[in-house]
């Protein structure tokens, strides 16, 4: 699977931004897409993730209840709205596929395609 990531941008502290990931190639198989985001000076950290086929969704706590995933299969697209967005919340993020056997999927090193980072500033 070939991803695409965008909706990045500026944003005020308590706003809101929607991110999208761009899906192509074997988007019939069974895998998961996870949003992930890395600070400067960080490690990458995971985000939230969805089933691609049955659609369960998973999240960090850092963003349980200000952050939403879903799909679009019509439009091969993956989503992250995010609102009541915070300073801590700016970093690049990043989606990704990972097979939809991988049990793990809070954990970076189950995901073998990435797509391009897109960065989102929070400003306070």
Request: with cysteine; net charge positive.
């Amino acid at each position: 699977v070939q991803l695409q990531a965008s909706g990045g941008g500026l944003v005020q502290a308590g706003g809101s931004r929607r991110l999208s990931c761009a899906l192509s190639g074997r988007t019939d198989s069974s895998f998961f897409i996870g949003w992930f985001r890395q600070a400067p000076g960080s490690e990458r950290e995971f985000v939230a993730a969805i089933g691609w086929r049955g659609g369960t969704t998973y999240y960090a706590d850092s963003v349980k209840g200000r952050f939403t995933i879903s799909r679009d299969h019509a439009k091969n697209t993956v989503y992250l709205q995010m609102n009541s967005l915070k300073p801590e919340d700016t970093a690049d993020y990043y989606c990704a596929a990972a097979p939809g056997t991988r049990r793990y999927v809070r954990r970076p090193d189950e995901y073998g395609d990435w797509g391009q980072g897109t960065q989102v500033t929070v400003s306070s």
